[in-house]
């Protein structure tokens, strides 16, 4: 779709256009033929306010019209003023629905957390999601789940703990839907051992600032952590311990990730260093699929590693993939069914996102997408599953070019939820990072402000 605007409003009104089209390009004028198909969103002066007005005009004819009055200067008005009329009109003109209304952030719950913690009830809030971002009250639910097994994580707020993350770039294969920074190598490859001198010259380089801050959760993600061997995990975790204050350690994830590195090796030495919790990540439980997006394990090595985890009594996570490639609805189900069945304490429910940076966006035409609906209709089915056995919501995140629209969720077993990933996604709590391709959070208490520092994607630079 074309779209023409005559304000500077740009990533505002393109984003929302995108919730109806999945490609929405910026018209010029001189482009507007007779026979042009195209969305407009404009802003007029009147008497010290501002008209926003937005259409679609179908070859000269104007398919309705919505417009808004503001005050001229007041960006955030003139913003939300021109995401509502896009939206507004374009619901009409497509008869689309999206449910997360006119929010395109990727942290609705943080919104929903600012509301709450100042003083708003459950009533007033929904009120606000339902009217004001026009949110569908499905979704509300969803917050609202969330919220109850979050927010006493969250708060009160305690400025004396931060979170450590550990970042290891490195995989066995690469998955056809990814775009995390990783390096395909083979486990005891020479480059990951340098990485981890590189890895620990961090920790030591950073630790001066943070002697006051007792660390609350540490968090071993990638890539794919179990690439490294015992000793050099070993060896990162005696780092750790010796630089900061480890002493009230709450969490600790190693994100196992790849069910084919996962063996007692691993586990006892994980346990070793104090890990509390580990992500076994099956995606799905489909031969078929599992080949089709790269991994290169089968369902039996899953049933394999869960079984070998389960001697440890690890706080255990499975990652699942909704929407993947080749799969129907009903394969979808079963899958999820089999996992629940592997009884996992977390398991975090995906929507398949067709990253730009990710093998899939690259050779769309060589795969077959679930369509949007059908996607929708898993998640739904997915939701009401885990529910069903048990399981609740407690952290979820949006993200660009998801599938239907949707949105990750983090469910637990009551009492399991982990903490790390609640701070994450609410960014109400420094997360000092290590690693390449790793991003650390600085959050300021005093004036709510939050900082990101990233560190270069490229390992050998990375290394120098
Ligand atoms: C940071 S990734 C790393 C996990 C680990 N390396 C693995 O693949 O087992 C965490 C999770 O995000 C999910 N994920 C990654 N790319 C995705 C995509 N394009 N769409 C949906 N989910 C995705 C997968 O479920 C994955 O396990
Ligand atoms: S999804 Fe995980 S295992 Fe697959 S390439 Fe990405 S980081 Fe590596």
């Known amino acids: 779709m074309k779209l023409y605007i005559n304000h500077t409003y740009t990533y505002q009104s393109q984003h929302i256009s995108m919730l109806f089209f999945s490609r929405v390009d910026i018209l010029d004028i001189k482009e507007i033929g007779e026979d042009a198909v195209y969305i407009t969103s404009e802003i ?219 063996d007692d090796a691993l586990l006892c030495a994980l346990k070793a260093i104090g890990v509390t919790r580990i992500c076994i990540n099956p995606q799905t439980m489909h031969d078929h699929t599992l080949k089709a997006i790269g991994r290169t394990h089968d369902v039996a090595e899953i049933r394999r590693a869960f079984a070998c985890a389960a001697r440890y009594d690890f706080i255990v996570n499975a990652d699942v993939i909704v929407g993947l490639v080749g799969e129907t609805v009903e394969e979808s189900a079963s899958s999820l069914s089999e996992i629940i069945e592997l009884s996992p304490e977390n398991i975090t429910l995906h929507t398949l996102s067709l990253k730009r940076g990710s093998i899939l966006h690259h050779r769309l035409d060589d795969y077959e997408v679930m369509p949007e609906n059908d996607v929708r209709r898993a998640v739904t089915l997915g939701h009401q599953m885990l529910l069903d056995a048990g399981y609740v919501p407690y952290y979820m995140y949006r993200q660009k070019y998801i599938s239907g629209n949707l949105e990750n969720v983090g469910y637990t077993k009551k009492g399991c939820e982990s903490i790390y990933n609640i701070q994450m996604i609410e960014e109400r709590q420094t997360v000092v990072a290590f690693g390449a391709g790793t991003t650390s959070k600085f959050y300021n208490f005093d004036d709510d402000i939050l900082t990101r520092q990233h560190t270069t994607k490229n390992i050998s630079e990375y290394m120098k």
């Open 44 to 262: 007029t002066p009147v008497n010290g306010d501002v008209i926003i007005s937005a259409r679609v005009v179908e070859r000269g004819q104007t398919f309705g019209d919505e417009t808004m009055r503001v005050e001229a200067g007041d960006d955030k008005a003139i913003k939300y003023a021109i995401s509502l009329t896009l939206f507004k009109i374009l619901s009409k003109y497509t008869g689309k629905r999206p449910s997360w209304g006119i929010l395109t952030g990727v942290r609705p719950t943080k919104r929903y957390h600012a509301l709450k913690y100042q003083g708003m009830s459950k009533a007033q809030i929904r009120t606000y999601f339902e009217t004001h971002d026009l949110v569908t009250p499905e979704k509300v639910d969803l917050l609202e789940q969330v919220s109850a097994h979050s927010y006493a994580h969250i708060f009160p707020m305690d400025d004396t703990k931060i979170s450590l993350y550990v970042g290891i770039a490195f995989c066995p294969s690469k998955c056809v839907y990814c775009s995390f920074t990783t390096n395909i190598k083979d486990k005891g490859d020479d480059v990951i051992e340098q990485y981890v001198g590189a890895v620990i010259r961090d920790i030591k380089l950073h630790a001066a600032r943070y002697k006051d801050k007792s660390i609350q959760t540490v968090y071993f993600g990638g890539g794919t952590p179990s690439m490294l061997t015992g000793e050099q995990i070993k060896r990162i975790d005696d780092a750790l311990r010796c630089h900061y204050n480890m002493n009230d350690l709450e969490e600790y994830t190693f994100e196992a990730g790849r069910p084919e590195l996962i």
